[in-house]
C-alpha cells in the first residue's frame, strides 16, 4: 500500500508499506502416529507439518509446540490404556485456524487370560469339553485354546469373554489359553483336567457249589485304568 501527500507548492512525498492478505487457513498434517495405531509404549511421539503465508502457531493436546520451518512434534506421555484421540490446532498471524486429529490405542502390558471353568483336576468322561474364561486387553483380537480358536466377546472393554469346545484324549489333559496382542506380547493360562472314559473291570468268584446247608466264600475284585470312586 502506498500513500502519497502533496502540499500547496506542489511538494510530494511517498511512503508504502507491504500488507499480506491471508483468508486461507494453514495446511496442517499428521505424519505420525498413524490413525488407528496400536502405540505399545509411552511417551507417543506426535509429529507432523504445517504451511501457511504467515507465521503459525501448533497446539498439540493443548500445549504449543515448537515449528521448526515447517515440521514440529511433541512426545505425550502419561495416557492411560485404552482408546484416546490426539488433537493439533494450527493458527496462523491472520487467526485463520485447521484442526487435525488421529484416534489410536495405547496398549502398555501384555495379555492377562483365566479359565474360569473347567477348574484344574475336573474329571470327565466326555470327548470334548467347554473351556470358558476371559482376557485382559485392548488390543487382542484372538484367544485360542488348545489350538482351537475361541468364541470371543465383541469389543468395547479391555476385559473381555471366550469360550471353545475342546477335544479331550484319554487321561490328563493341560488345557492351555492363548493369546497375542497387537504389540506382539503373549499371555497364556492353563488348567489340567482328566478324561477317562473306560469303564471299571469286575472279576466275581465263588465255589462251583454252594447251597443253603453249604455256605460259600465269593471274591469280588475291581479295577479301574484310573482310580475307583466306590
Not at 52 to 67: I, Q, R, S, W
Not at 151 to 170: Q, S
Amino acid at each position: 500500500l502506498f500513500v502519497t501527500a502533496t502540499d500547496a507548492a506542489g511538494n510530494e512525498s511517498t511512503a508504502g508499506v507491504n500488507v499480506t492478505k491471508d483468508s486461507l487457513a494453514p495446511q496442517l498434517a499428521i505424519t505420525t502416529p498413524e490413525s488407528g495405531a496400536i502405540v505399545p509404549a509411552l511417551p507417543v511421539l506426535v509429529q507432523g507439518t504445517v504451511s501457511d503465508l504467515t507465521a503459525t502457531t501448533v497446539m498439540v493436546n493443548d500445549v504449543p509446540v515448537p515449528v521448526s520451518g515447517s515440521t514440529w512434534q511433541r512426545e505425550i506421555d502419561g495416557l492411560a490404556e485404552g482408546q484416546t484421540s490426539i488433537s493439533v490446532v494450527a493458527r496462523d498471524s491472520a487467526g485463520n485456524e485447521s484442526t487435525a486429529s488421529r484416534a489410536i490405542t495405547i496398549d502398555l502390558n501384555a495379555p492377562v487370560l483365566t479359565i474360569g471353568a473347567p477348574e484344574t483336576g475336573a474329571l470327565t468322561a466326555d470327548g470334548t469339553i467347554v473351556v470358558s474364561g476371559t482376557v485382559q486387553d485392548v488390543s487382542v483380537s484372538e484367544v485360542t485354546v488348545n489350538g482351537v480358536a475361541a468364541i470371543l466377546d465383541p469389543p468395547g472393554t479391555a476385559l473381555r469373554g471366550f469360550t471353545a469346545n475342546v477335544p479331550l484324549e484319554e487321561g490328563d489333559n493341560t488345557l492351555v489359553a492363548s493369546a497375542t496382542d497387537a504389540a506382539g506380547r503373549p499371555g497364556v493360562a492353563q488348567v489340567m483336567v482328566t478324561r477317562d472314559s473306560t469303564a471299571p473291570t469286575i472279576a466275581l468268584t465263588a465255589d462251583p457249589k454252594v447251597s443253603r446247608l453249604r455256605p460259600a466264600a465269593i471274591s469280588i475284585t475291581a479295577a479301574d485304568n484310573l482310580v475307583l470312586d466306590r
